[in-house]
Structure formats: structure tokens, C-alpha cells
């Protein structure tokens, strides 16, 4: 079954046209990036679901990284820009606190085979 998928601006139709997809918006102070389980969905069947969080896991850096990883691409609060976290031939993940002051909204797309 489907979830709402909280995802970064201009990504929707890439995220509808995915065979899974995850999406989340998380608190982000202090250096820290907090996701809330009622904040967060995923789409796909069951196995392109697995394959996605199995993807996520291995490849994409932990949540403790990420403030790093904006921090020393000058990202704030007030940033509209999408950050481009991982992406190769089967999963994108990507980020964005469209200025939020706040938020930072994730987004992982599994590619098509």
C-alpha cells in the first residue's frame, strides 16, 4: 500500500513514474536531522520496497552525516537548492530544506532495471 511521500519541489513526477520511492520531512536544528515516523512514506511493491531500503542502507550516507554533508555546501534553513546526496545507475537520494527553517525534506528514488 502507498504512502504520502513528503518530497523535495520538482521531483514529484520522477517519484510517480518510479517503481519505489521514499520520502520524508524531517526536523533539522542544531546539527541534528530527526525523521519522524508519521513524516515519512514509501511507494513501490513489496519487493522494489526492500530493494530501495536494502539500496538506502548500503549506499547512502547515515542521517548523522547529512547536516555535515549541507553544512560544507553552505545549505541552510533558507536554501531553496535540492542536494544531490547519492546517485548512480539505481538509486538517487536527495535533499532539500525549501526554505523551510526547519524542515529537511529527503527523498530516495529506485531507479528503473
Not at 553552505?74 to 544531490?84: E, L
Request: hydrophobic fraction near 40%.
Amino acid at each position: 500500500m502507498d504512502q504520502q511521500i513528503w518530497c523535495v519541489n520538482g521531483l514529484e513526477e520522477e517519484v510517480e513514474a518510479a517503481p519505489a520511492a521514499w520520502g520524508a520531512r524531517a526536523i533539522w536544528t542544531h546539527g541534528f536531522v530527526d525523521v519522524l515516523q508519521d513524516r515519512q512514506g514509501m511507494k513501490g511493491d513489496s519487493d522494489d520496497r526492500d530493494r530501495l531500503i536494502s539500496l538506502l542502507n548500503d549506499r547512502v550516507p547515515r542521517f548523522s552525516a547529512l547536516n555535515d554533508i549541507l553544512v560544507e555546501q553552505f545549505i541552510d534553513g533558507s536554501s531553496k537548492d535540492v542536494t544531490i546526496i547519492h546517485d548512480d545507475d539505481e538509486i538517487k537520494f536527495v535533499c532539500s530544506p525549501q526554505q523551510s527553517y526547519g524542515y529537511l525534506y529527503l527523498t530516495a528514488i529506485l531507479k528503473d532495471a
